[in-house]
């Protein structure tokens, strides 16, 4: 059914009944998961996908969009693994977590449930979460040292782990066999198969209520309004040539500094993002495949556009330059466990390039790493000894200034719409205690509107012993401010072992710290860039700054 033929209020209606089942697939894998970075972060989504294409057709709202974006090409590497077999089949789910075709990193499981109305496939219903561990070399498998996919985590290709409605018991075994944290898995698991049950309910009762017509019809008529609106607004931007560049700390093998670089032109409704100067593939693990760039970028015009209706529509109005031979078209065996530091400076080029064009609209660069840190070892108390604890988490900083005002302060990654763990639940949780969670002073970029402050995170080993791995980025090129804004602060990280502090010979990346009871790690992450002259920043703001302690005496 074409677009004209569907009323306002009943497009409007059936836009908000989809998104309402991707919100619920979303809820229910949060209530019901084992792992805290997917019950308590989010740090997973859920989505609806075209039947022929696999383009995404409906994104949940609290999910991390840049999954949303990576899903489409998870969707066809399913589908292309199911063509040998005849094509999926009613009942049937596929698991897989490869990073190559279906984006992200090893740690990233996606599920991909086929849709049959009557015996015919309609769509697919797909949900993607991220696992505690999933074998590897490391613990919580962010592993610095990593020269190939392997040393990472465990590689499953697209599998079915339900047939004919029952649970396939063979990958199961596989699949517990090769982590360390069984009983983690087999929860997360259930959950995702659970809210995938839950969409294909919901989706038959909205099909029975308004007909495959309307129903489908609205999936098409969404996609055409966001391609475009994505066509207005490119439209709205002055033509031209805008390049910037930013550069990782280094791969975690060797200490170079790796080049992300993009030129955007602007040429009427046409966008073209061309990342050809980009560094090429590295030994270490911050690699990225051609389905996470794209999904990068994705994410980085919804925050530009965020008017558009999130789905395929986004990227029909956009060319995309990304040749092989690329840190960001890489292929197996290079490892691309740290891809989240990658996409994230992709974010920042394509921010700061905008901002050229149409400075108004744009933002400052965010704090620009996630910080993954994972501390892990042997429970010694009575009751769990010898029981292996693995604590990974992401960390939070500052977000650029605006034209708005000021950058958000302690935010999450704009890769996501994921939370930052609370320390109740980790302490809860792991034998760990924070001895300090705290905004850092001085760590926003100067600006008519301040870059958002980063934050201090101190945490003691409660346990005899432990080791403690991390993989950061920011040490070494700050995030950036635009329009006359100043720069955040770097990143630091350091820890404390036998009443001495060091920190890591690569600044951002480290494995294998030894600790023992009472020793410390300490993050202190980035502040996001600041927006416009610092000179014309408001005396009641400044002052107000001065007063909360956001900025000291010699800061700023």
């Known amino acids: 059914m074409s677009e004209a033929k569907l009323d306002p209020v009943t497009l409007a209606v059936l836009k908000g009944r989809l998104e309402q089942i991707a919100d619920e697939m979303d809820a229910t894998l949060y209530r019901s998961a084992f792992n805290p970075i997917i019950a308590e972060a989010h740090d997973a989504c859920h989505g609806i996908y075209d039947g022929a294409t696999g383009d995404t057709l409906v994104q949940g709202k609290s999910g991390l969009p840049v999954f949303v974006g990576a899903m489409a090409f998870a969707v066809r590497a399913a589908v292309q693994a199911a063509q040998p077999l005849g094509g999926m ?29 009557e015996g015919r496939l309609v769509c697919f219903l797909a949900s993607a979460a991220h696992w ?31 047939q004919q409605g029952e649970v396939n018991p063979d990958v199961l075994a596989i699949l517990r066999a090769n982590t360390r944290m069984p009983d983690s898995l087999w929860g997360d698991l259930n959950g995702q198969l659970a809210a995938l049950e839950l969409g294909e309910r919901r989706l038959a009762e909205l099909f029975a209520a308004y007909g495959e017509a309307r129903v ?26 805008y390049a910037f560049e930013d550069y990782l700390d280094n791969d975690g093998i060797r200490d170079d500094m790796l080049r992300v670089a993009l030129d955007m032109t602007v040429e009427g409704e046409r966008l073209v993002l061309d990342f050809s100067r980009t560094s090429g593939p590295c030994a270490g693990a911050v690699n990225i495949s051609r389905a996470t760039a794209v999904a990068a970028c994705y994410v980085a015009l919804k925050h530009l556009f965020p008017d558009v209706p999130a789905n395929a529509g986004v990227l029909d109005a956009v060319e995309f330059v990304m040749p092989e031979g690329l840190l960001i078209t890489a292929q197996r065996p290079r490892p691309v466990g740290g891809y989240t530091e990658t996409i994230l400076r992709m974010i920042d080029v394509v921010f700061s390039a905008a901002a050229q064009a149409d400075p108004a609209r744009a933002v400052a660069q965010a704090y620009g790493t996630i910080n993954a840190l994972s501390i892990a070892g042997l429970r010694s108390d009575e009751g769990r000894r010898g029981q292996r604890w693995v604590m990974f988490s992401f960390f939070g900083g500052g977000h650029g200034g605006h034209a708005g005002g000021d950058g958000l302060s302690h935010g999450n990654a704009p890769i996501s719409t994921a939370t930052i763990p609370p320390l109740e639940i980790i302490e809860a949780a792991y034998p760990v205690r924070f001895t300090q969670w705290s905004l850092r002073p001085d760590s926003g970029g100067a600006g008519t509107h301040r870059g958002g402050l980063g934050a201090v995170y101190e945490i003691e080993l409660l346990e005899q012993s432990a080791q403690a791995f991390i993989f950061g980025e920011r040490g070494k090129s700050a995030p950036k401010g635009i329009a006359g804004g100043g720069d955040g602060a770097l990143n630091r990280f350091s820890y404390c072992v036998d ?54 005496e010699g800061g700023q």
């Open 89 to 117: 089949r009613e009942g049937e789910v596929w698991l897989f977590n490869d990073p190559y075709e279906g984006g992200t990193h090893a740690n990233d499981f996606k599920l991909v449930k086929p849709f049959f109305l």
């Open 132 to 162: 505690h561990d999933v074998g590897g070399n490391v613990p919580g498998n962010y592993n610095p040292a990593a020269t190939e996919c392997w040393q990472e985590a465990v590689q499953i290709p697209p599998v079915r782990i339900v």
């Open 216 to 241: 489908t019809g609205a999936m098409g008529a969404l996609r055409e309004r966001a391609r475009r609106l994505m066509r207005a607004h490119i439209a709205s931007l002055p033509d031209g040539r």
């Open 499 to 552: 009443g001495q502090w060091r920190t890591p010979p690569m600044v951002s990346k480290m494995m294998g710290i030894p600790l023992s009871r009472g020793d410390r790690v300490r993050l202190e992450t980035p502040g996001g860039g600041g927006y416009g002259d610092p000179a014309r920043r408001s005396g009641a703001a400044v002052e107000r700054d001065r007063a909360m302690g956001y900025v000291t």
